[in-house]
């Protein structure tokens, strides 16, 4: 996978070797050779080797190949990575902003497919990353297993996303929650449609995206039919369903009030992040039907997480940041059900 100072190196290797100044010259001259308006593009190909591996990249791009690895004058690999337009500037510096040690890897094609795909020259202990890869483990256990420090992972994992080798979700477990995705393919007769009746002949694509229509557990469809597990990971790969996540807001009734005074007076009593909630936690506790709870514990806990019942953190990263239990989080929750709502929301963006 290049950076910018191996692309620097690259060149300047070839620049000592007068490689590219060679085979453009050669070109030129065989274009010379003949009128511009009937080219032998045959006798450039057989030729020129540089032009020999600019047609072999741009025929594989156009069968549809959107990652190419290449050998420039036989023994410099080079990588070639057709994006998306709407990932045309994402890099995986901007990628590693949204991975968390909870986060999990998904991996778009087979382990030996994604092993075959990696450059010669590339760190071995990429290859027990990839092998150590399962949609049930979070990069954090992934480390573990896999023997690395857990920053070098999720520079690993930035790159394999950024390169289409894998995608970032939360480990699978019952407890997630599906949809299918606003982009997903319902035509019958569509190529994808086709693809998933190679691995699954009992059901279409647009029949059991139905099943998706309403969001539905992992756990339920499991119950449904063991084998939907691997279906569930299949479109996860090809984007046919999303997970949502639990968001919960805090809506005491005093809250909108003293925001209210706070705009009206320029209150400067609001912690650095803008979080007026934490500020009146003795308020908003005193909303509560639970205000004289004698479990102090409970209360304690409350104002401590407090801060993220704005809409912003879902019940996985505030599990991940508090270190809290979801079924500790989840009874809390339903504890202050009175001044605590959810909602079911695809995660958010971080931009």
Avoid at 34 to 53: C, F, G, H, R, Y
Avoid at 270 to 297: P, R, T, V, W
Wanted: hydrophobic share 45%.
């Amino acid at each position: 996978m290049l950076c910018d100072a191996n692309i620097c190196l690259f060149f300047l290797c070839f620049a000592r070797c007068n490689f590219f100044s060679h085979q453009a010259m050669l070109i030129i001259q065989l274009l010379e050779e003949t009128d511009l308006s009937q080219v032998n593009w045959d006798k450039i190909l057989q030729e020129s080797s540089l032009a020999q591996v600019l047609h072999s990249v741009l025929c594989s791009l156009q069968d549809g190949n959107k990652h190419v690895m290449i050998k420039i004058n036989g023994w410099t690999e080079v990588n070639v990575l057709m994006k998306d337009p709407s990932q045309i500037k994402t890099t995986p510096a901007s990628i590693s902003t949204s991975i968390r040690s909870c986060s999990a890897l998904l991996l778009l094609d087979t382990c030996d497919f994604v092993l075959a795909s990696l450059p010669s020259s590339c760190n071995p202990a990429l290859h027990r990353l990839i092998r150590a890869i399962s949609p049930l483990k979070s990069l954090r256990n992934l480390a573990l297993d896999a023997d690395i420090p857990l920053s070098q992972v999720l520079q690993f994992a930035s790159h394999l996303v950024n390169w289409g080798k894998a995608l970032v979700i939360y480990p699978l477990s019952e407890s997630n929650i599906y949809i299918a995705s606003p982009s997903a393919v319902t035509s019958i007769n569509s190529q994808l449609a086709a693809e998933f009746a190679n691995c699954c002949a009992e059901v279409t694509l647009p029949e059991l995206l139905q099943r998706f229509s309403l969001p539905v557990s992992l756990g339920d469809v499991k119950r449904f039919d063991n084998r939907m597990i691997n279906i569930v990971i299949w479109l996860l790969q090809h984007k046919q369903i999303v997970q949502l996540h639990t968001y919960i807001y805090c809506i005491p009734f005093l809250l909108e009030k003293e925001l209210t005074r706070l705009e009206d007076t320029g209150d400067s009593s609001i912690d650095a992040s803008g979080n007026a909630m934490y500020c009146f936690s003795e308020e908003i506790l005193k909303q509560s039907q639970f205000h004289d709870a004698s479990d102090h514990e409970e209360r304690f806990l409350f104002e401590r997480v407090l801060k993220y019942f704005t809409g912003c953190h879902h019940l996985e990263e505030i599990m991940l940041l508090e270190n809290i239990p979801r079924n500790q989080l989840l009874t809390l929750i339903d504890k202050f059900s009175d001044i605590l709502a959810t909602c079911l929301l695809p995660e958010l963006s971080r931009d």
